[in-house]
């Protein structure tokens, strides 16, 4: 190859870490992709593996589904088997460490062949680590060894940033696929998703190269292509439509570092109030390629070459829109605490309802007012955020599939008609009401596995709430942090110690897991108190927050804003401290009551804005839940079903809701039941149902995971067990699903 030839290939996944090493120069910056990054590159391919795996003739010929493109990298090879990654770090770390935890999965569950083919990716020879950046291995070592790494002093950004992105790799790949997936999802990622390689010739070559691709001009874009076309239009006013478009950008410039943002914007503008209701093409269109839809569908804008003001105009929209709109963009970025109230937006955001700046630009008007916008998009974030809490609660998923669906089919169609605030008030109060539910279904709903990051969430705003009602210091984005607090059991795991009260080890499991069970507690408190009893944490609490700390005795006696507070909310039975002699029930379901309580004035209609006439959740008492109404969630809105094979097995009644299911571990029988909704109703605990049956199967093993569609059972009228997976692949045979 010449000095300074180039050349470029193709690899799938499995080609790209063959037998090769990859290293990284000096010049290359730490890992520091963070939360939003590695979410956003996991549903991207969890969400097109879906799409492949949900048809059939792709399940028949593998080969032939479309492979998925995961962007270009530059690389030299100073010698055999190395090759020095100029650029793409980011991207093949974050590879690797789904890599590990798709191998740990596979240990768990016994898959030979996935093991043996994520070995051939994660080392060479089994040993070195195909990606050998030496100061990353402690922390690679640690995942392998499934033990936790303890961050120190003098460790580099990238060390520390390694074990968070591991930890919500694997808790995102648990809320994204099923247990039964992972197989395949493994197969599809090594064989199916391809980055293209530019090789240089040298170290010089590939510093040159780097500094090129990222110090230099870029690309033109979809959004230049499309500048460039309303220009060649708008006539006499090009130098205004410039100008103005200009304007744009520097509205939506609240990040230096975020050159996507007026991509994102203008798609959210076009998707809010220039797409076709019910047009899924258009959708399809305006995210795939906005600038080529803009074109095809000039007559619907009304982008017509003989009335060129119309260009303009267009432009003007955008522009106002993005004024008004940038103090959500900001406060989609940090917490504010200026009084706007748009921390909504915030926490959207992190929890993956990104599509809210469609429903946003959807009930703002370009000519509104700027206080006027603001009420309406800080409505819209309230409505949003009440949405995904409750859903929560229900158990119901709440995966970005799910809030698309809620703003595209609900929100937009329902937003554009609103012309005040007070429309947009009124019209989501009624969509309250329509929405139904009610927080306190939620009586035994807790920890499941894949539902860490939702709990954690409940678990910070609850923590928050009374923190700033005692006036106490407090920062909830702290709370959400993984690695500053952790998700603490008030009991160990010693099923021994209550034996005698619980003598099933599953209703042990699953009462542990409860969110009466549970609490925030820094970091370094939960590591050295995490296996004492209860009555040996409570001193430790005391020092923590309000409703970890109301655990230990007279701890409210020392604290007048705390029994304002208990007395105001009417939470004396339920907000209180638990003697020696108070039993693991007692104190589970008493604070379940207390977070739901919680729950329902922090997500209040009426406190929120959104006037709704909803049923009485509770006739004033604050007795326990389970001692007041049955355990049982009530029906659900059809739009409301879970999308799992169970469920769709329930809606083509194939299987019908009340038939029960048996999963056999360790000689021991574990019955349950399969409700309207395809939830799982572990027969020994009742209550909330579970959304999946790996999740079930995993309470009733006292496993980490489950492949519940092979290991639950029906039986037949003569008493034969037939797994749930052969009834679903019985039902597909024959045209039934």
Not at 219 to 243: F, I, P, W, Y
Not at 254 to 273: N, Q, V, W
Not at 325 to 352: C, H, I, Q, T
Not at 667 to 696: C, F, K, M, N, Q
Request: aromatic share 8%; with cysteine; hydrophobic share 40%.
């Amino acid at each position: 190859m010449g000095s300074d030839e180039i050349r470029s290939q193709g690899f799938s996944l499995k080609e790209l870490f063959r037998d090769v090493t990859y290293e990284i120069d000096y010049y290359q910056r730490d890992y520091t992709w963070g939360e939003a990054e590695v979410r956003t590159l996991l549903r991207d391919l969890c969400g097109s593996f879906k799409n492949w795996s949900t048809d059939p003739a792709y399940l028949r010929r593998p080969h032939t589904a479309p492979q998925y493109f995961l962007g270009p990298f530059v690389y030299y090879e100073p010698s055999k088997n190395r090759r020095q990654l100029v650029d793409g770090q980011q991207r093949f770390v974050t590879l690797h460490l789904l890599f590990l935890q798709l191998r740990l999965a596979a240990q768990e569950r016994g898959d030979a062949r996935a093991i043996d083919r994520l070995n051939r990716v994660i080392t060479i020879d089994g040993e070195i680590f195909s990606l050998g950046i030496t100061d990353h291995e402690p922390v690679l070592r640690a995942i392998v060894a499934v033990r936790k790494y303890e961050t120190g002093a003098g460790d580099s950004l990238s060390r520390r940033n390694l074990w968070a992105r591991s930890q919500q790799i694997e808790s995102q790949l648990a809320e994204e696929l099923d247990t039964e997936n992972l197989h395949r999802f493994t197969e599809w990622l090594l064989d199916r998703v391809v980055l293209v390689g530019i090789r240089a010739a040298n170290s010089d070559h590939g510093y040159r190269m780097f500094e090129t691709m990222n110090d230099r001009g870029a690309r033109l874009t979809a959004v230049d292509l499309l500048k460039s076309h309303l220009l060649s239009h708008v006539g006499a006013n090009e130098d205004q439509l410039n100008t103005q478009w200009h304007e744009m950008i520097r509205e939506l410039a609240t990040d230096r570092e975020d050159p996507t943002a007026a991509s994102r914007f203008i798609k959210a503008f076009l998707l809010a109030r220039c797409a076709r209701e019910g047009q899924d093409d258009d959708r399809r269109q305006i995210d795939s390629n906005l600038n080529v839809w803009v074109r095809q569908n000039a007559a619907h804008l009304q982008l017509v070459p003989k009335r060129p003001d119309n260009f303009l105009r267009f432009v003007q929209d955008l522009l106002k829109s993005a004024r008004l709109f940038r103090p959500f963009l900001a406060a989609s970025r940090g917490l504010k605490k200026d009084g706007d109230r748009l921390e909504a937006v915030l926490f959207n955001e992190r929890n993956g309802l990104g599509s809210q700046a469609i429903a946003v630009l959807a009930a703002i008007d370009p000519d509104d007012q700027p206080s006027d916008a603001k009420d309406k998009g800080r409505l819209v974030a309230f409505y949003m955020d009440r949405w995904y809490a409750l859903r929560v609660l229900q158990d119901m998923p709440v995966q970005s599939a799910d809030a698309d669906a809620l703003v595209h089919d609900t929100l937009v169609p329902l937003l554009r008609g609103c012309r005040t605030p007070a429309d947009v008030a009124s019209a989501l109060g009624e969509l309250v009401v329509q929405d139904g539910g009610s927080v306190r279904e939620a009586v035994t709903l807790g920890l499941r596995g894949n539902n860490s990051h939702q709990i954690r969430y409940l678990l910070a705003r609850a923590t928050a709430y009374v923190e700033e009602a005692c006036q106490r210091p407090h920062d909830v984005l702290a709370y959400l942090d993984r690695d500053r607090f952790h998700i603490e059991h008030l009991w160990a795991n010693h099923h021994h110690r209550v034996e005698k009260e619980i003598p099933n080890a599953v209703v042990f499991r699953s009462r542990r897991n409860q969110l009466g069970g549970l609490g925030l507690l820094m970091g370094r408190e939960n590591s050295s108190i995490n296996d004492l009893p209860l009555n040996g944490k409570a001193a430790y609490y005391a020092r923590s927050n309000v409703l970890l700390g109301i655990i230990a005795p007279g701890y409210d006696q020392r604290n007048p804003l705390l029994r304002d507070f208990i007395k105001t909310h009417k939470l004396d039975r339920v907000l209180r401290s638990f003697g020696l002699k108070e039993t693991m029930t007692t104190v589970v379901q008493t604070r379940q009551n207390l977070y739901l309580c919680l729950f329902e004035h922090i997500w209040n209609p009426e406190r929120l804005g959104l006037p709704a006439t909803l049923p009485s959740e509770h006739n004033g008492s604050h007795e326990p839940a389970a001692q007041t109404r049955p355990a049982v969630a009530r029906r659900r809105p059809t739009a409301g079903r879970r999308r799992t094979d169970v469920a769709r097995m329930v809606a083509a009644q194939i299987l019908k809701a009340g038939t029960r299911i048996v999963l056999t571990y360790r000689s021991a029988d574990h019955w349950a039941t399969i409700d309207e909704e395809g939830g799982i109703i572990l027969t020994v605990t009742g209550g909330t149902p579970y959304g999946r049956v790996d999740e079930a199967g995993a309470v009733a093993r006292g496993t980490k995971t489950c492949q519940g569609m092979n290991e639950w059972h029906i039986e037949d009228e003569v008493g034969v067990r037939i797994s749930l997976r052969t009834v679903r692949d019985r039902a597909v045979a024959s045209g039934a699903l």
